[in-house]
């Protein structure tokens, strides 16, 4: 590797530190380092091209072609920002470093990086046609923590830290980084700087993640078959509080409109949605103009007044649900209060106007219609028909409260008769879920007497025997009956009750007579005191008793019935076989015992 002693570059003889010259028949490769110190030059004697050895290290080196016959000279950036250096008329060119630029080249390129820190300006020009100049900041290392970054920093009472764009001669230039003199606010403006000119938007570092816009916001894109949309997302799943909003705010109740626009092509349909600031109350609209406050209404929310407006036409709410119901719900939550009501209300203009009615429909199938027929005396009624004025009357309710079932009685298990009509005063007999069957008017006295298996009839009461007289009056009936003639003897010796027989006691001390052993129910007897002081005793067998009004006797053998004076009667039948008697007529204060 022959060094020559000539200075390419014409360094002086005599300088501190000359630069070594190597000279070859090829241009340097990077292997070419080992024997090299940085700032060395090659001469290629093949195309008289000057070489640099600009860095390197224990792998490669870089060098840097400074000027020759073979290519067009490079532009070099120096120190300061000064005007680039061009190759003089024979070939050399001087670099003047010092601020940590390094630069490396090769054939029709060149390549210009910066050591940290860098100290000055430093600029990139182009000045041929159609091409671009471009500043790349790559970190070619594939490793997590491999990073590139572009770092603008300056000290806190310092100047603003960003990016300047312009186009020379242009109308406009813009602004991207912080506005040093504006509580470092991140601003994109239209000025030589964020803290310049008019602000287009921001971000407020006191309000945290807060944007700020000035003027219009634009978001366009020709993407077919996609949707360009704008997202605002809380990513947090942890607080109830963490929210996402899109808030609209104008100046003031003096201000304009806040609202959202929708467009289809050049205004072939917009419509607006938000509050119109111009009206008292400051009503939620939906038009169809470039503002709430412009077009015609078709949505309208009066806050102060607590109610939905729709003032053109129909409210659809249509979905193709498959399964499951679509549904619309009224509802007040409020359980503490028994005035929260929860209501629908269709309102017509007055006397002269529609109908307000519910209508549902089977889609060209079946329809019914619920409401004030307005043009019939203003009658509630359910038709089959598009409204109440329209159809069969189904079902209706007059003014005054009075229902009915103009087209067909309700049936029975719908809880209706099943007839148009009754009989006057005549009862009603049911038929299972046929129709009720309405007895003729009843004549006085007459009673619904049952018919296994049938209708019961109208029917009066008869005696066979005549031992009960009948009396028939207008809703009343007289009975009269006789007590069943007795069998009456005078009796002086204790003995047993023969049902059927009356005892005339008459013994000169107390007859005692005994209840029989066997009894049918409605079975009778009677006994009285007829000249004896001592009177009589009705004594029970076991398991036997009297009942005499409110007071029954003991059960069994130590029960009885006692006279205490002359004329003591009990007249008694049997209620119970065998064993109760009751005493229906009585004359004089009898012992209960």
Same mark, same amino acid.
């Given at each position: ?20 010259? !190597? ?6 490769? &990077?292997?070419?380092? #080992? ?14 091209? !000057? ?49 940590? +630029? ?15 820190? !860098? ?13 671009? @100049?471009?500043? /790349? ?14 770092? =603008? ?39 030589? $700087? ?22 219009? @916001? ?16 809380? *990513? ?31 205004? *072939? ?11 008292? /109350? ?24 607590? #109610?939905?407006?729709?003032? =053109?036409? +129909? ?35 007055? @006397? ?30 359910? *038709? ?7 159809? $069969? ?95 009456? &003897? ?50 029970? /067998? ?5 009942? !005499? ?15 205490? &004076? ?28």
């Amino acid at each position: 590797m022959p060094f020559i002693n000539k200075n390419p570059l014409n360094y002086p003889v005599n300088a501190y530190n000359p630069i070594r010259t !190597f000279q070859d028949d090829r241009a340097p490769t &990077a292997a070419d380092f #080992r024997n090299f110190i940085v700032t060395d030059e090659w001469l290629d004697t093949s195309s008289n091209d !000057f070489w640099k050895l600009s860095y390197k290290d224990s792998t490669q080196g870089i060098w840097s072609k400074m000027s020759g016959t073979s290519a067009a000279a490079e532009t070099f950036i120096p120190d300061a920002g000064t005007s680039p250096v061009v190759p003089t008329a024979t070939n050399q060119i001087t670099i003047v470093g010092g601020n940590g +630029i390094i630069t490396t080249g090769g054939l029709n390129q060149w390549d210009t990086s910066m050591q940290s820190p !860098f100290v000055g300006d430093f600029n990139f020009e182009n000045n041929t046609a159609a091409t671009a @100049l471009d500043l /790349g900041i790559v970190n070619n290392d594939n490793d997590p923590a491999s990073s590139s970054a572009l770092n =603008i920093d300056t000290q806190d009472a310092g100047g603003d830290a960003f990016i300047h764009f312009d186009v020379v001669g242009g109308t406009y230039d813009y602004s991207f980084g912080i506005d040093n003199s504006d509580g470092d606010r991140f601003k994109f403006n239209t000025g030589a $700087n964020p803290s310049a000119a008019t602000d287009i938007f921001m971000v407020d570092s006191a309000l945290t993640s807060f944007w700020h816009y000035s003027g219009q @916001l634009y978001q366009s894109n020709d993407w077919a078959g996609g949707t360009v949309f704008t997202r605002i997302q809380n *990513t947090d799943n942890s607080n109830t509080g963490s929210n996402a909003c899109l808030e609209i705010l104008p100046g003031g109740t003096s201000g304009g409109d806040p609202y959202i626009q929708w467009q289809v092509g050049a205004v *072939t349909q917009q419509y607006s949605l938000g509050i119109d600031n111009s009206v008292a /109350g400051d009503p939620l609209k939906l038009t169809d103009g470039d503002s709430p406050s412009l077009g015609t209404e078709y949505m309208l929310l009066d806050i102060p007044a607590s #109610r939905w407006e729709f003032p =053109i036409n +129909i409210f659809l709410q249509e979905i193709a649900n498959v399964g499951g119901a679509v549904s619309n719900f009224v509802s007040n939550t409020d359980n503490t209060d028994a005035a929260s009501d929860a209501a629908f209300q269709a309102l017509t203009g007055g @006397l002269n106007g529609g109908d307000p009615f519910l209508h549902v429909e089977v889609d060209s199938v079946q329809e019914y219609s619920f409401g004030i027929d307005n043009s019939d005396s203003d009658i509630l009624k359910l *038709t089959d028909g598009a409204s109440p004025s329209a159809g $069969n009357v189904l079902f209706q309710i007059t003014a005054a409260g009075a229902p009915s079932f103009p087209t067909a009685p309700l049936d029975v298990p719908s809880g209706g008769t099943g007839v148009a009509t009754l009989t006057d005063h005549g009862v009603l007999v049911g038929s299972g879920t046929g129709a009720i069957t309405p007895l003729a008017a009843a004549t006085n006295g007459q009673l619904i007497i049952g018919s296994t298996g049938a209708d019961p009839v109208l029917a009066t009461l008869a005696s066979a025997d005549s031992s009960v007289t009948i009396t028939n009056g207008a809703g009343t009936i007289d009975l009269s009956a006789s007590a069943p003639g007795l069998s009456w &003897a005078l009796i002086a010796v204790n003995a047993n009750i023969v049902a059927g027989n009356g005892y005339i006691a008459n013994k000169a001390g107390v007859l005692t007579m005994t209840l029989p052993a066997a009894s049918e129910v409605g079975e009778q007897f009677a006994i009285t005191n007829f000249k004896q002081a001592v009177g009589w005793q009705i004594a029970q /067998g076991a398991n036997q008793y009297i009942r !005499f009004g409110n007071q029954i006797t003991t059960v069994g053998a130590g029960g009885s019935l006692d006279s205490v &004076a002359l004329g003591d009667t009990v007249y008694c039948i049997c209620t119970e076989t065998d064993l109760g008697w009751q005493v229906i007529n009585s004359v004089g204060n009898i012992t209960v015992t």
